[in-house]
């Protein structure tokens, strides 16, 4: 009876895991009501223009579109709030209407890109001599390094599912191999989700650049934040790391 215990904790726990990663896989892919709420990394511009505003004595409203179905990357205007996951961003003109890019696999986390493109030319060339020499404006890293974080997930998702269905067939063998699995995709979501926290603390640099004179700075408005799907990657690599104990003494104890 306590073998049976320790397979139902293992298997519950390589399922929990499993479903955490496939709700972050399906962040940001459309904006309806779960993708909308699950990503990785938030940008909120709201407060930019006022920014602008300061520094350039120049109104800059029309630098934001209200229309939440024009196209991205098109220049037609900045959104409030920016949401990357891992498939897509979407960006969204107030609490719930947005719109979302072309869906790409291995998307690469780009901030700076996604805000610039959506800019008129003019605004853009402000923008990138304001946040010029932080991390978030070099695309390239930040994109390069979060494409590679995103196979690591994959895999690490996919060891997580393969862990939960050999572990069904219960015997000692199918034990051993779960536990292999639980490993690998522990090891494999935790690299991604590392590689995705320094990412998004490094461009978290952009919060703290201000405008304005020095005896009285204003934030520049462009604010980077966590999403919930980072979070909800770390619960799944603790649940699958937790998993293989009880799958260890599975293989080695089960008497089935
Ligand atoms: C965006 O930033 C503004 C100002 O910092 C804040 O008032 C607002 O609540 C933020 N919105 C979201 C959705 O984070
Ligand atoms: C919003 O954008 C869409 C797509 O570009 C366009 O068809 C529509 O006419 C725009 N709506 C307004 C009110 O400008
Ligand atoms: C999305 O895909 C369409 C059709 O393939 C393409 O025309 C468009 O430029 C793409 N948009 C972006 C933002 O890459
Ligand atoms: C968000 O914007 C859309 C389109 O502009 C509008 O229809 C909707 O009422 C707005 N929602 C809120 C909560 O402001």
Redesign the pocket.
Known sequence: MRGEVCVGTATVLSLVSMILMVFVHVGQINTSVVPRKISMARVNVSEYSAALQISFADPFDDIYT????APLGVKAGLRQFYEFGLYSHCA??????GMCGNLTVGQQYRPYDAIASDMAANFSLITAALVSGTTFEDSHYLGQATQAAYWMLLLGTICAALALLTGILKNNLTFFVSTLFSIAGSLLLLIGVSIWTVMIKKSEGVNDITVGTQSNPWPLGIVVSTGSGLYMTWAAFVCLVVSVVPYMISCCTYRG
């Open positions: 209200n229309n939440a179905s969204y003109v107030n609490s719930s209407h």
